[in-house]
């Protein structure tokens, strides 16, 4: 009971198709990614211009205490407490009651996210199997399953994870119809291991995760595998700083017991007494407390961060299993390879905060490396990409692998485009350019047709938009 709840709670935060009657639904205008990520805030708008959003917790004649809700585009989300003079206010908009409720639950929710995701990695049913004399642990879940030869806190750490990814995926992107079974998860525990599931599988992989279509098997070791540690120190990391701030509790609530002694005995007013406590635990929260826990949530950002890193190569093959399994049935679509890995790079880089899937920036690496392409004098035409074929996509060696390289970097910035400009995700645009048995046969002409104009239209004003972008 414990775990549905916190699923229910997680997924409470995301916008959900579930219930649509088919008019409500107009997938010709497609996914604004932008208002997927919104949040509901009250608004506290400064003489000197600033607008400040978040959560009013209280307010008087003299001030206002505002729980700042940053979410800055492609940047982990944050609290931050601001005691804001009335004189500095030159307006004020608060948030309906039914806003006013969602916005402090998802507050909590994102508050709460260590300890939540801590009861979530606990609660998840793993059971012990055995398979060539190795023991391994399995997992069942609703959109995949998962076997690992790996430890048990990283085992739970990918499947909450993952899991995640999937509830967000289907935000954006949703399901159309159920796969036979659902994708399978192979977690390996050591390089030697991935390495050797490779070579039983004549393959080749330099990633530290791959997703093999017609096993419909994600596989994943490499880095991965070496994360557990990593993990381990965090979460230590983590227990210290929460004890110490526990410490600094406990020494306030000495020092309070003391100070009342001392008061009553100097035969002090008890109204005063509660007054000066009052004062008191406020000043030890605003100069003490607060810095502790804003140092609390600068290490958890600097953690999330490492893990964001590795997780990357799953969530980029747990997209393409995704896409395969529960969006495009292959009897009907055919995804083009420049599409099925642009969109995998964009969502690998997509944020989780409190539950809810962030895609609101671009991937500052992949923008800076795409507008040097765009600024040199060997461009490559979009033509190339959309028309290349999937096994120019396979990182090889020499030439094969900058040209693989090229491509993978041109499909990230035409479907990162396509997203945020093009709101081309769940529309019926994209729908009739994936269809197989659509009447245009040429893949440009497709092309054309999906964005309404000719393709070297098209493509001056998608140049000019990537080179315009900042990270």
Do not use: C
């Amino acid at each position: 009971m414990m775990r549905i709840f916190l699923w229910i709670l997680f997924a409470s935060l995301l916008p959900s198709w579930d219930g649509l009657a088919e008019e409500d639904w107009q997938p010709a205008v497609g996914v604004d990614v932008r208002e997927v990520a919104r949040w509901p805030t009250d608004q506290v708008v400064l003489h000197d211009g600033r607008r400040l959003e978040g959560l009013i917790r209280q307010a008087d004649s003299r001030r206002v205490e505002l729980v700042e809700v940053g979410r800055k585009p492609g940047r982990p989300m944050y609290l931050l407490v601001r005691w804001i003079d009335r004189e500095e206010i030159a307006q004020i908009q608060r948030l309906d009651t039914v806003e006013r409720h969602e916005l402090q639950r998802r507050i909590f929710a994102f508050r709460k996210r260590t300890k939540i995701a801590a009861a979530l990695r606990q609660q998840i049913h793993l059971t012990v199997r055995s398979q060539d004399d190795v023991e391994h642990l399995h997992y069942e879940g609703p959109w995949f399953t998962l076997d690992s030869t790996a430890d048990e806190p990283l085992t739970r750490e990918v499947v909450v994870r993952v899991e995640q990814m999937m509830a967000g995926f289907r935000t954006f992107i949703r399901p159309q119809h159920e796969p036979p079974s659902p994708p399978r998860i192979v977690l390996l525990n050591t390089q030697q291991e991935y390495l050797a599931f490779q070579q039983r599988a004549a393959l080749r992989i330099e990633h530290a995760a791959y997703f093999d279509v017609q096993k419909n098997e994600i596989i994943a070791g490499g880095e991965l595998a070496a994360l557990s540690q990593r993990l381990e120190e965090i979460r230590q990391h983590h227990r210290q700083l929460r004890e110490k701030l526990e410490q600094r509790d406990e020494q306030l609530q000495t020092i309070l017991t003391r100070l009342t002694h001392q008061l009553r005995e100097a035969g002090h007013d008890e109204d005063v007494i509660r007054d000066l406590r009052k004062a008191a635990r406020s000043e030890w929260k605003r100069k003490l407390r607060e810095p502790k826990e804003a140092a609390i949530r600068l290490a958890e950002r600097e953690n999330e961060a490492i893990v964001q890193e590795k997780f990357r190569v799953l969530y980029h093959e747990a997209f393409h299993a995704y896409l395969e399994n529960y969006v495009f049935d292959r009897t009907r679509y055919k995804v083009p390879a420049w599409l099925n890995e642009g969109l995998a790079q964009v969502f690998e880089s997509g944020l989780l905060d409190a539950g809810l899937l962030r895609l609101d920036a671009p991937d500052p690496t992949r923008l800076a490396s795409l507008q040097r392409e765009l600024r040199g004098p060997q461009v490559l035409p979009l033509v190339e990409l959309i028309t290349a074929p999937a096994e120019e996509f396979l990182v090889q060696h020499g030439e094969q692998a900058r040209r693989s390289n090229r491509l993978y970097l041109y499909s990230w910035g035409l479907a990162f485009y396509l997203i945020f400009e093009g709101r081309t995700l769940d529309s019926e645009a994209l729908d009739r350019y994936l269809k197989i048995d659509s009447q245009i046969h040429d893949p440009v002409r497709r092309f054309e047709a999906m964005v309404d104009m000719p393709l070297d239209k098209f493509e001056a004003q998608w140049r000019q938009a990537m080179l315009q972008y900042r990270s």
